[in-house]
């Protein structure tokens, strides 16, 4: 390999398209190894490519692309790993700590979008609003009140679970829909007036509606198990904008199933992309695909910070880099 090629940082890119702005720089500064384009799994692509992967210093992925410690273990000279999500649980942080890789994440910069998400997936399950949509295709066939009324939003208690950015935007609107707003977090917010409650079958208890706003760690996994849900109760709504292993989903379609909860807006599953099946028939449950970052007009926002942090990272040097970059 020539000396310039070896100086210019190899990445490796799970998720398309980021990088576009960078890959039509001349002289270009950075070579991509594109794993997205291939149908392979990630470790079988790697172990295909002939020269690239021993001299990857990046990753770029997204929160649907898992960067296993398998994968770090086979880039020896991985420093970097940015994802355009604001979670991190599908990165073995632990490997990364232990071979000193600096993690970066998109921060807040989706907050609105997945409060908005979750909003629209309240509203909609409580009008009903995709339910009466395909209803709504075959209207003149069907019986006269063929078609079960929907429910209000101003005064449902809201109990959101993580009050951080997105909980936080989350509490904005609802409050603007004059919704009661309660919340479970770490720790008690002295800045805001909501009820706390430090535990978490409390809230439910108090609450018509449960909205997941939290990261997924040990602690907050299967936080909504079935105990929970039934203290929400049959007339009770979750919202999950998180990520889906925060509820134990076996327990949620059975609740679903069997009406021990009224409804569900989900945009994450605990298996992606696999949605459990008994969901599809039910018409109180709303179904998208970890959607909730991904607009037209966000993406370039991604593309540009994802950019800029390879910018950054690459242009300080890596001693500096692993301690001044922080991961949000
Ligand atoms: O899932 C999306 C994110 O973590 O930002």
Not at 164 to 188: M, P, Q, T, W
Not at 249 to 269: N, P, S
Not at 312 to 326: N, R
Request: charged residues 25%; neutral net charge.
């Amino acid at each position: 390999m020539a000396k310039e090629e070896e100086e210019v940082p190899a990445i490796l890119v799970l998720a398309s398209p980021f990088g576009i702005d960078l890959k039509a720089q001349n002289p270009p500064k950075y070579r991509f190894l594109e794993a997205f384009s291939s149908n392979l799994p990630l470790l079988q692509f790697l172990q295909q490519q002939q020269t690239l992967p021993p001299s990857v210093r990046a990753i770029i992925c997204n929160a649907l692309k898992p960067v296993t410690a398998d994968v770090i273990r086979s880039l020896p000279s991985l420093d970097l790993v940015v994802t355009a999500s604001a979670g991190t649980d599908h990165i073995d942080l632990t490997e990364c700590r232990r071979r000193r890789i600096q993690v970066v994440n998109i921060g807040g910069l989706f907050a609105a979008d997945v409060a908005d998400m979750a909003v629209a997936l309240l509203i909609d399950v409580l009008f009903k609003i995709s339910a009466g949509d395909r209803f709504a295709r075959n209207w003149g066939l069907s019986k006269p009140l063929g078609f079960p009324f929907g429910s209000k939003l101003g005064g449902k208690r809201v109990g959101i679970i993580g009050l951080g950015r997105i909980g936080g935007e989350v509490a904005k609107r609802l409050e603007a829909f004059d919704c009661i707003i309660k919340y479970h977090s770490r720790n008690k917010n002295p800045s805001v007036s909501y009820t706390f409650y430090s535990n978490v079958v409390d809230l439910a208890s108090n609450s018509d509606v449960l909205v997941l706003c939290c990261p997924l760690t040990e602690q907050t996994r299967h936080i909504i198990n079935k105990e929970v849900m039934l203290a929400l109760g049959k007339d009770g709504i979750i919202i999950n904008v998180g990520r889906g292993a925060l509820i134990d989903e076996k327990e949620l379609v059975q609740c679903l199933v069997k009406g021990e909860i009224r409804g569900a807006g989900l945009d994450v599953f605990e298996d992606e992309p696999n949605v459990p099946k008994e969901l599809f028939p039910l018409d109180n449950v709303v179904l998208s695909p970890h959607a909730a970052a991904l607009t037209l007009d966000g993406f370039k926002d991604s593309c540009d910070y994802v950019t800029k942090s390879l910018d950054t990272f690459f242009s300080i040097k890596p001693q500096v880099s692993k301690t001044k970059l922080t991961c949000d």
